[in-house]
């Protein structure tokens, strides 16, 4: 029997002594504030908690360790405390997914403790067990130092109270996130609900000659075994193309380690991993295919098609080799980036209920809900009205969410049961599973004028997007629509091919292909200026996208763009500088290229002060309610006394699609106001509880687009963000000191939530720069440990600075634009072409390599 006190209470224990206290905690104890984010690797501080008056990881600590001690978790704060530290974060924007917050205010409890008035560099060196891969940590330190403040004199902290747009209104449901009060799916559960792990696929390629389940089955606690013959409907999904199987069969061949044999569901995890284990699988192991340049030759054909996914061509103007001649100077390179691993702190997870009514319920933290009630249905074979996809606000996506990955084989096995079940990804699995950023090889060609003046461009571009379609495709396409980055070319020769390999898949990541070519450009830029003798800013500044001219679709630009306002707003940082790099960055707004996005929203008057807003977007971190929110109040007048409960669901029947390419506040807010004014006529001379039961409905629809090879006027997309990152080593170490961020916004809806997505966009972008690498060699992880990813910590971090642009978008909700992308697309080069300033090395890897001596100037 173990004893120790758990929040003041007697707890005894008289389990497995091994058993880890994170288990123990939310499991038994339903303490669920304690988040698993590393699955026990002791790698992301999400399980931090107090162990007598110290920091402990719960995810590492065995029942053992605990007996006689002291466990203190958020539920057990004394209530001054741990209201302080909630509110605190909330002001200052340190929430935003929240699964990593519960643990960071455990870790800022005790320091507060033992150190009532400590220095920003106190508060980091306390963080050096917490990852948050959302805020960047600038605002998670000015949070903590709030709190001191607070608690050394005794004050409560005020909010935002202006509910409009253009104020911090505190973020939706942040609160509740920061204590780990407001649940996610991993924390939801209901009676009688059963646990599925999958079998995974041990080899990159090989011929599945056997799937034996019989030794599972017959373990105690094993409900079923799944496998690909249970499949009622149709059995390869996918987002586009629909070429990923939910389960490999027997006699078939596996495509990459992502790919699942078989599922298991029991009384419990335990009992089901335990089964995954007893499946006995013989393989006929073949060679894999894994360089995306052999991929268009290789004999090795990863589809029957063939291994080219799309391929993307833009040319136009004059044929570039006749420019290249005449042109006064001419620069080119090739360059490499690797895959990199999204690392949202909450792994993939879905609980599946059947609804009695011959239907399924399915909660999921998938960025597209109607994506998944669409592929869902096929599956199961099912119309897709018997199927509720119901979103649950998400513990990070940063792209990595928009396929399936764990919620068909949860309906699958919820309706074969008829009983819930939830499936749930631990950290390797996660790692192993979901698709990826690509990596790319960028052959760039790039020339100007005597006077500066960008003349011509050519690039060739590989991705590889991996064993399946996911949105590579898209992504990579993306990639060489943006080639040109932010700067008028008149004649360009751009090709983007993306290839099927036998790697992990590779799709969408905040940035959707175009960190790869704005790493490229922006690289290609600094050369030109090198070569020719010119000033970096000037030269940006006279190729700058503006009104009238030409993305490298052919896209003749309106109103509303601020890139050289961004410019202007680092000029004087860049001109005192001694040792900085300088990058742009354009990043679209909505899917674009002819397809119609369409969004919905629902208002329904449910009391005389509360409002229930539905709409079909995800929730990740970004602040898409928030947002929702303001928008609705800034139509309607409203102030915080009226309550908005903001829901998405397909049950609602407001259509969103997935959140991606930054176009949730725009196609949303739009939708919104259509809605909120139907609203507001029927307000005249009434009120809200003259309107209880009432409903308005308004759709926004984007049918304007166009492809980039159409005749006449091009419109490849609605809007377009853009952004200038300055940064600036210091002189003698090189080491990284600041990094200015100026930002088109459009018109910023939330400042607070503005700068917290820049921040952690810049962030993204540095560990893009610097450090992160998927640890992956011939199809098959080296490591599936979360702190061989490299994730920047907040001791890594250097002074970041955000300059709002507020320029209007003609097509913004009060002239919005979307924020949440391109944040990390201009990081990486501008770090890039400051290491080259230090060294006159010039870089054409990621993660760049370390600094060599200072050259002298």
């Known amino acids: 029997m173990i004893a120790f006190s758990l929040n003041g209470q007697h707890t005894e224990f008289a389990g497995d002594e091994k058993t880890s206290l994170l288990n123990f905690l939310r499991e038994e104890k339903g303490l669920t504030s304690v988040k698993d984010g590393c699955s026990g690797q002791a790698s992301c501080g999400a399980c931090l908690i107090e162990m007598d008056g110290k920091p402990a990881l719960a995810c590492s600590t065995p029942m053992k ?33 929240g699964y990593c917050t519960p643990g960071i205010l455990s ?34 330190v000015d949070g903590i130092l709030l709190a001191a403040q607070a608690l050394r004199e005794n004050q409560e902290i005020d909010w935002e109270v202006n509910t409009g747009i253009g104020y911090s209104y505190p973020k939706y449901e942040g609160y509740e996130k920061a204590l780990g009060i407001s649940p996610f799916i991993t924390d939801m559960k209901f009676e009688g609900m059963l646990c599925g792990v999958l079998k995974f696929s041990e080899h990159p ?73 007893r499946i006995q699988v013989d393989y006929d192991v073949l060679d894999p295919l894994t360089e995306m340049t052999a991929a268009a030759d290789s004999p090795i054909h990863i589809h029957e098609n063939g291994n080219l996914l799309k391929e993307t061509a ?38 599946a209920q059947p609804d009695g009514k011959g239907g399924l319920t ?33 513990g990070g996506g940063f792209g990595g969410k928009e396929d399936l990955t764990v919620q068909h084989h949860a309906a699958l096995c919820s309706m074969a049961l008829q009983r819930p079940v939830k499936v749930r990804l631990n950290r390797g699995e996660s790692i192993r599973m979901h698709p990826k950023r690509h990596r790319m090889k960028m052959s760039y060609k790039l020339a100007c004028d005597e006077k500066g003046r960008l003349t011509a461009l050519r690039a060739r571009i590989v991705g ?55 790493f490229a450009m922006e690289s290609m830029v600094d050369e030109l200026c090198i070569q020719g003798g010119f000033d970096r800013w000037q030269f940006r500044y006279d190729n700058a996208l503006t009104t009238g001219r030409m993305t490298t679709t052919g896209h003749v630009l309106g109103e509303g763009i601020g890139l050289r306002q961004c410019l202007e707003a680092v000029k004087d940082a860049f001109s005192q500088a001694k040792c900085a790099g300088l990058a742009c960055a354009i990043k679209n707004c909505g899917l674009g290229n002819g397809l119609e996005e369409v969004s919905d929203t629902r208002l329904i ?140 916004g459009g018109r910023i809806i939330n400042p607070t939530l503005f700068d917290g997505q820049i921040e952690g966009g810049v962030v993204m972008g540095m560990g893009y720069a610097l450090s992160e690498r998927l640890p992956l060699k011939d199809g098959r992880l080296t490591s599936d440990r979360m702190s061989k990813l490299r994730l920047p910590k907040a001791k890594d971090v250097p002074d970041i600075e955000v300059i709002g642009v507020e320029c209007l978008d003609p097509m913004g909700p009060f002239g919005a634009k979307g924020v949440g992308e391109i944040g990390t697309i201009p990081t990486a080069p501008a770090i890039a072409n400051a290491y080259c300033q230090y060294d006159g090395q010039r870089r054409y890897e990621l993660p760049l390599s370390p600094l060599a001596e200072r050259r002298v100037p």
């Open 65 to 97: 360790r605990a007996a006689g001690k002291e466990v203190v978790t958020i539920e057990g704060f004394p209530e001054d405390v741990r209201r302080t530290l909630g509110r605190a974060f909330v002001a200052k924007g340190a929430v935003q997914c």
């Open 107 to 140: 870790r800022a409890k005790m320091l507060l403790e033992s150190n009532p008035n400590p220095s920003r560099e106190d508060v980091i060196k306390a963080l050096k067990a917490n990852v948050c891969r959302c805020t960047g940590y600038v605002k998670i």
């Open 205 to 277: 390629r090989a011929n599945v000659s056997k799937i034996d389940v019989s030794a599972a089955e017959q373990l105690p606690g094993v409900i079923r075994v799944f496998t690909a013959k249970d499949i009622p409907g149709e059995r390869h999904q996918g987002i586009i193309v629909k070429d990923w199987p939910t389960f490999v069969a027997q006699g078939e061949e596996t495509r990459c380690i992502s790919d699942v044999i078989a599922g298991v569901v029991a009384e419990n995890e335990e009992i089901a991993r335990q089964g995954v284990e």
């Open 314 to 351: 833009i040319r136009r103007g004059e044929p570039v080799d006749r420019v290249f001649a005449r042109s006064a100077f001419m620069v080119e390179g090739v360059f490499e980036t690797p895959f990199v691993e999204h690392a949202f702190l909450e792994t993939e997870a879905s609980i």
């Open 362 to 394: 399915v909660w999921s933290q998938s960025q597209g809900i109607f994506k998944d009630r669409m592929q869902i249905a096929s599956l199961l074979d099912l119309p897709e009205e018997k199927i509720d996809v119901v979103q649950v606000s998400t």
């Open 464 to 518: 590889d997007t991996g064993a399946y379609a996911s949105v590579g495709g898209e992504v990579v396409a993306r990639t060489g629509t943006h080639a040109a980055g932010a700067y008028h070319i008149p004649d360009v020769d751009v090709v983007a091919s993306a290839y099927y390999t036998n790697n992990p898949p590779a799709g969408a990541f905040r940035g959707f292909g175009v960190n790869q070519s704005n």
């Open 605 to 744: 008057i449910t009391g005389p002060d509360r409002i229930e807003l539905c709409h079909g977007w995800t929730e990740m971190g970004q602040g898409i309610h928030t947002v929702a929110r303001q928008v609705l109040c800034e139509v309607l007048g409203l102030d915080g006394s009226v309550t908005i409960d903001v829901k998405s669901s397909t049950g609602a029947g407001t259509m969103g699609g997935v959140t991606t390419a930054s176009r949730g506040t725009v196609l949303m807010g739009n939708s919104i106001i259509a809605a909120a004014q139907k609203l507001k006529a029927d307000l005249k001379g009434r009120t809200l509880a003259d309107l209880v039961g009432k409903e308005y409905f308004a759709r926004y629809v984007v049918d304007w687009t166009t492809s980039h090879d159409v005749e006449g006027e091009i419109i490849s997309h609605f809007s377009y963000g853009f952004a200038v990152n300055l940064a600036i080593l210091e002189e003698e170490t090189g080491r990284l000191e600041k990094i200015y961020a100026a930002h088109d």
